[in-house]
């Protein structure tokens, strides 16, 4: 007997219920399965008929696969109730170029991803995986099982595990080609597929190769009536004129530029903004005649950024087995992806960095130097000029136009122009594995695993800090005071242009990063029935599966020079230098699983049993730690099962978590309290405190505020104090209800299920706004002592809080998740056969609870309901999607109802926060798509997405996290481009 032959009698009898049930109780309407060739279970390594998960599973099935036409997974998923949306395609500034997957907002290096049960290579230090390299023509499903599975596949698998089931024994020719456009023309994504396979030796084994090629345009914020302007989530300034159809105010005459407009935008604009440094209310703004006064306008930094990042993505997997013998198979597949992702943020520029800068500078008109030279003097007579603003090369005691004055200067360069980033992301990835059967009890399993990404990221038309400084210190138009061979001086004292293509090409920069990350598995298991353990109850004996795995993960990240430079790299708005990474653990661990029916067609009892797991991880440098799953199903009658799962899941500490040194960044915050942004009155003890973390009294309420909610920080790891593994306690307990009664429905299924999954000790850092909440208000003085001033604020280089890599309290998500599924056969009613059918499935999710706990001394962060600075985009409380299609011969009709409950903004925030842009009311979509399969060879699907063409919701850009909060909406969480048509064409041979 083959092995072929032993699989298809261990499986004729019974459809495994990781597999079978979940594809019956799909989300959205699942394909059926008509045979099984090989045996893919999530949530388990147990082989044997009648294997029934005490975990609930969500599985998307091909049919929903095709219905939706999405290029990459990730959009799939993020359609899905019990997902928060991570990064995408609708991510431009903070994305990293790739895809992920956050389920339950518990965040993307929390859930697991697999293909057909095996781990597929993270991108990057960070651990995260990039589903772009997924290959969606060769998808038969996708599984979601609901909480820890790290007795099952190890580390990682906390929010729980997402497996990507490929094809098998896929035989002959496939083309497979989308054109998708938006509605009004743009946004165009082509993907085309070619997949092939074949059986080979009389049917002893298979090949198959599948060929990806897929091309996206981008689609700029400046092509959409809302992301054409910048709107204030603070003031709510500029929305009128969004609602009007109008364009941004521009700002005053004689203070114009490119997007220069009178409010909604950066302060980092076009003409020059500038101040004495650590002289907070003398702040002025040049004129395009290069005079100096009062600000008077902003830049508005919308329409370069993109609502959809362009991508091209090569990509190729081939599968394959082969019986070697009756009972030893060989089975092998490659991975192959090489994916170009491109974010463009709005010009570079000098973002309030300080600049010693000659009085005598000779692009500096009469007035501006005047002016300066009359603020520097008022602030010296009063005390509040800083010794470290003033260099007196006369020694004369008088600021006069033979001194050097240190200058804040903040100045969009668009004269170099657009800022990007350009990341070339390249994932090779092998598995070579023996399986087979012994004694036609049990089988194993034995594969070796080695994967390999390499990235490279290009930062280009950047501005040069340390350039640019030089390029300011100079007494005459043709040479400057250093560098005096290379640098050329530059003029930002007037109206856009005054950078020369000579000027500009001193004062770039371009930044390159290298990334790779190797990954080894080596596993090895056995598993089967254990025939002499068998209750007298039960006619199934103990099933059982042992394993041993190694698994080493190496990883490496190299800046150039110009990242290393502290502190923000010598690109200007960048966010931050960045250092060496290099570093990895291995990990040895043993696992085993049982399953122990009890009771088999008993009185009540028509099936009771257990389900057990264990895992024992050693990890080289973070110590060792032990996983466990106890679960049971009980169905009392035939169809009314009843099941609970109890999982203990880890994850240990990623390369960028025990090997990151400490370098600058940006993060979110919503103002700095002790700056003259701060929109409440300052009491005395605020004022104390301020003082107390390194301000003059007089620099109190004057200084600048942070720019665009985002603030400086100094994170990494403390390399004396490594974080542990962190573990979470999930609780899952559900029915699931086959009325078999109601005949005029074709297999109906109902699922409840109750989650709770609780992440204890989890691996992060407090967040900006933490900090600043904990000293200023509660006044807490280890959080003061984390904060750096300069010059008195909190916005200069050099300033910001400090961030440091450990194990903080909690998170948790908890909650309530449904589904309904059946096929209705419409002659039921009388109606002739040639109508068909419908099949309609629901699946929706309930939130009791999203939250997160950094210390006992901070409050809980509620993210349940909410978005904002630190909960990034919404976790709506309840969601949903509903699917309804309907069959008539070759010809389907369908339609997806996609439900997201109504939300708030964080209610710290609600204060400083415009009225209208304090909730999001309940929104609803509906896509529709049609199918008609002309022959055995040709079919044809066309879909429309967003058919309604709702708008997003209106916040402005401070609202949340930058990577959440983009164009003035949340760009991953809410349809932004529209109404989207997608034209599907395929043919079988």
Known sequence: ?????????????????????????????????????????????????????????????????????????????????ISVPSDGDA??????????????????????????????????TDGRVDVSVIPTAFLERIDVITGGASAVYGSDAISGAVNFVLKKNFEGVELDTKYQVTGDGDGEVVTTSLTFGSNVADGRGNVAMSMTYSKRDGVLLGARPLGNLGIETASGANYQN?????????????????????????????????????????????????SLGANCGVFNFNPYNYYQTPLERYGATAIGYYELTDNIEAYGRVLYSSTNVTQQVAPSGIFGNSFFVPLSNPFLTAQAQSTLINAANTAN?????????????????????????????????????????????????????????????????VYLQKGQVDRTNVSAGYTNTTNFGNALNAVSTTQCRV???????????????????????????????????????????????????????ANSPVAASLGFEYREEMGNFTPDECWKLAPVSCLGGAGGNQLPISGGFDAHELFGEMIVPIAMDQPLVHALGLELGYRYSDYNPTGSYSTWKIGANYEPIDGLRFRVMRQRAARAPNVSEIASPVVTNLRNADYDYCSLGNPNAISAELRARCIATGMTAAQVGTVQDIVSGQI???????????????????????????????????????????YDIEVKDYIDAFSAQETLDACYVAGIQQFCDRIVRVNGDIASPGSGVQRFTTNLDYRRAEGIEAAVNFGLDLDTFGLDQRWGSLNFSWTGNYYLTNEFLSSSLTPVVDCLGYYGTQCGNPTHKFR??????????????????????????????????????????????????????????????????????????????????????????????????GRIFVVGLNLRF
């Open 483 to 537: 560098d005096t061979a290379a640098c050329v001086p530059i003029n930002v004292f007037g109206a856009y242009g005054t950078i020369t293509p000579e000027m500009a090409a001193y004062s770039s920069a371009t930044g390159i990063i290298t990334e790779s990350y190797e990954q080894t598995v080596f596993n090895a298991s056995v598993n089967g029935e254990l025939a002499m353990l068998q209750s007298p109850w």
């Open 712 to 754: 400086n920080t100094f994170e990494g790891t403390d390399l004396q104090n490594l974080p542990d593994a962190e573990l979470a306690d999930s609780t899952t307990a559900g029915i699931v209800w086959e009325p078999r009664f109601l005949t005029a429905l074709r297999s109906p299924v109902i699922s409840i299920d109750y």
């Open 381 to 445: 007579a009063a005390g509040t000029l800083p010794a470290a603003s003033w260099r007196d090369l006369n020694s004369n005691g008088v600021v006069d136009a033979a001194d050097d004055l240190s200058l804040v200067i903040r100045r969009r360069t668009g004269e170099l122009g657009a800022r990007s980033t350009t990341y070339d992301n390249n994932l090779f990835q092998f598995t070579l594995g023996l399986r087979g059967t012994l004694m036609d009890t049990y089988n194993w399993n």
């Open 242 to 290: 969004y609602l009007d159809g109008i364009q941004p105010t521009p700002a005053p005459a004689g203070c114009g530029g490119p997007n220069s407009v009178a409010a909604g935008g950066s302060t980092t604009t076009v003409p020059t903004r500038t101040q004495i440094t650590g002289v907070g209310a003398a702040a002025f703004q040049f004129r395009e005649d290069g």
């Open 1 to 81: 007997m083959n092995i072929k032959s032993k699989r298809e009698r261990l499986l004729a009898s019974s459809m495994i219920c990781g597999a079978a049930f979940a594809v019956m109780a799909a989300s959205p309407a699942a394909a059926q399965v008509a045979e099984v060739e090989e045996l893919v279970v999530t949530g388990s390594r147990i082989q044997v008929p009648g294997l029934e998960s005490a975990s609930p599973i969500v599985t998307v099935g091909a049919a929903e696969i095709g219905l939706q036409q999405q290029p990459e997974v990730e959009k799939i998923i993020r359609f899905l109730p």
């Open 880 to 977: 949903f999607v509903q699917r309804t299609s309907w069959n008539m011969g070759d010809l389907q009709l369908s339609y997806l109802w996609r439900y997201l409950d109504s939300v708030e903004i964080e209610p710290v925030q609600q204060p400083n926060t415009f009225a209208a842009f304090r909730e999001i009311d309940a929104y609803s979509y509906l896509d529709l798509a049609a199918s008609y399969t002309f022959n055995d060879v040709t079919k044809l699907t066309v879909s429309v997405q967003n058919v309604f063409e709702k708008e997003p919701p209106v916040l402005g850009n401070e609202a949340a996290t930058t990577s959440a909060n983009s164009g003035n909406t949340l760009p991953s969480a809410y349809d932004t481009l």
């Open 91 to 124: 991510v431009n500034n903070g994305t990293a170029g790739v895809s992920t997957i956050n389920l339950r907002g518990l965040g993307a290096q929390r859930n697991l991803v697999l293909i057909d049960g095996q781990r597929v290579t993270p991108y990057n």
